[in-house]
């Protein structure tokens, strides 16, 4: 269902032409890829407050919006002059004349972004580690240094667009006048051409090449998070800045430990004897083996906590901790002496060895977990 016009706009029913006006530019603005690249519906945002304009800086289609709505004017022919505007850029230069305000037009481009993937272990995402990574990047051409002429050859002004890598062209709507600007499509932007071509890299100014840099992982980051290496991505255009290098780390699985957050989680395998007597056991941790101590007693599923032994926070550097989880086994293929013991034993339990009155038992856990 298409919304109200003057509630995309922001205005109010009695609004003038100089506060609709000044209310779409501040929308189109706010909703430009360049500065609100986080939204994927931006350009079906502006496109909806551009209609949204048309049809309030307009004084018939207004009068027969206010009256009939958006289906009086679809029955009366209004079609709206957006419509033939192939994207948002098209739009949005026609309407604000293109390099203005430092959008589009033929001026410094910055490189795109590269994307390159790296593994560590979990020990050297605890202690951090430096690597180093590949990955193919486009710079300017070593042959011509970016000017795109072969060596020694002149370099003339393109005559199609007199040097300023812009063409322009005029036409009507509801708005009145419209330029559309846009990159010269014989110097691409540059306002100048090779009279020569590079050899090497055919008049593009640029070639792919194998780069090389040394990052540090810091201790403590987790799985799937980036670090950005400001501009070491491909090189920018008509003298704009290098985009930057994005590294994805991946962590390995440890299959010792399940990481939580800063904490880590590990199982001991505890025989039902021991873990009624009591015992010591060792455990694997980041730093080496460790002593653990069992008490008489310990129930399937107990956890143990060795503080400080967890990931290192990546803001503070504080350690988060080791939590132990006991996983109490029941003896299987018992010989017949063993079963003639166990049978032994079981004659002598009584309710008091099963059950702590001071602990809730299973049964209310169940209970509370499912209500």
Do not use: W
Not at 282 to 294: A, C, K, N
């Amino acid at each position: 269902m298409r919304r109200d016009a003057y509630e995309v706009l922001g205005v109010a029913r009695d609004a003038g032409d100089a506060e609709i006006k000044k209310s779409f530019r501040r929308l189109a603005r706010e909703l430009h890829p360049d500065v609100n690249s986080h939204d994927p519906e931006a350009e079906s945002k502006f496109k909806e407050a551009a209609e949204a304009y048309e049809i309030l800086s307009d004084t018939q289609r207004r009068s027969v919006y206010d009256r009939h709505g958006h289906e009086g004017l679809s029955s009366r022919g209004y079609a709206s002059d957006f419509q033939g505007f192939g994207s948002f850029s098209d739009i949005f230069d026609a309407f604000f004349g293109g390099a203005g305000g430092g959008f589009g037009g033929g001026g410094a481009v910055q490189g795109g972004d590269v994307a390159v993937g790296v593994e560590v272990s979990l020990a050297e995402a605890a202690s951090g580690k430096s690597v180093t990574v590949e990955y193919d990047a486009v710079g300017p051409c070593a042959r011509c240094n970016g000017n795109r002429a072969e060596p020694g050859t002149p370099i003339e002004t393109c005559e199609r667009c007199g040097g300023s890598g812009q063409l322009q062209s005029v036409s009507r709507s509801a708005f009145g006048q419209l330029v559309r600007t846009h990159v010269c499509d014989a110097c691409g932007g540059e306002g100048k051409l090779a009279r020569t071509p590079c050899s090497r890299c055919s008049g593009r100014g640029h070639e792919a090449s194998r780069a090389t840099v040394d990052i540090d992982v810091p201790a403590g980051i987790a799985d799937d998070q980036r670090i950005r290496i400001t501009g070491r991505g491909h090189a920018g255009e008509r003298g704009g800045p290098p985009g930057d290098l994005y590294v994805l780390v991946r962590v390995a699985e440890d299959e010792r430990f399940v990481r939580d957050g800063n904490d880590l989680v590990s199982v001991v395998d505890l025989a039902a004897p021991a873990a009624a007597l009591g015992t010591k056991v060792t455990v694997p941790t980041l730093d080496g083996q460790e002593e653990l101590e069992i008490t008489p007693g310990t129930q399937p599923g107990a956890v143990l906590t060795l503080s400080g032994r967890g990931m290192p926070s990546l803001r503070r550097g504080r350690r988060g901790d080791q939590r132990v989880v006991v996983n109490v086994v029941i003896p299987r293929r018992l010989s017949g002496e063993q079963r003639d013991m166990l049978e032994r034993f079981a004659a002598t339990l009584e309710d008091d060895n099963l059950r702590d009155p001071r602990e809730e038992s299973i049964f209310g856990r169940v209970k509370r977990a499912l209500r």
